[in-house]
């Protein structure tokens, strides 16, 4: 087995293929927008807030990567990448679908993307296949 499929079978379990634990997309299926911003203790994050911070980083990975870095998520520090948008139900099921589409668009660059590609330098961050790992 080489890198890459290694890789993509990983990535696949994180979003939408069974393996020892159940994947993202299944999880958050029927969350409710009450159980996304659920918090068991102060200071702890919410189930969308977790889903945010995901979102940011492989956004700003995948547009980096595409190299639209004009268009990457910004935030002043690392707290500021758990920032909710206004708490509806439609901005949650949005939040999700945004970040199943950005995962599954990482996914497809790993897959069809030449090697020397994925181990390029990526501005202000590592290479793809650095990035990705599990």
């Known amino acids: 087995m080489n890198i890459r499929v290694l890789l993509l079978q990983q990535w696949a379990s994180y979003l939408d293929q069974e ?23 102060e200071g702890a994050h919410s189930i969308w807030e977790l889903v945010c911070h995901l979102l940011f980083f ?6 980096r990567f595409l190299g639209e870095t004009a268009n990457e998520p910004q935030a002043e520090n690392n707290d500021a990448t758990y920032r909710l948008p206004t708490e ?8 999700k679908q945004e970040y199943f589409n950005v995962h599954r668009e990482l996914e497809k660059i790993l897959a069809t993307s ?15 296949m650095i990035e990705l790992r599990v």
């Open 114 to 128: 030449e090697l020397v590609d994925l181990y390029r330098e990526i501005p202000e961050d590592n290479p793809l």
């Open 19 to 41: 393996d020892w634990f159940p994947p993202l997309e299944k999880v958050l299926k029927d969350i409710t927008l009450e159980q996304a911003i659920w918090k068991p203790v």
């Open 88 to 95: 509806t139900s439609q901005n949650w099921q949005n939040t």
């Open 58 to 63: 492989e956004k700003r990975i995948l547009l």
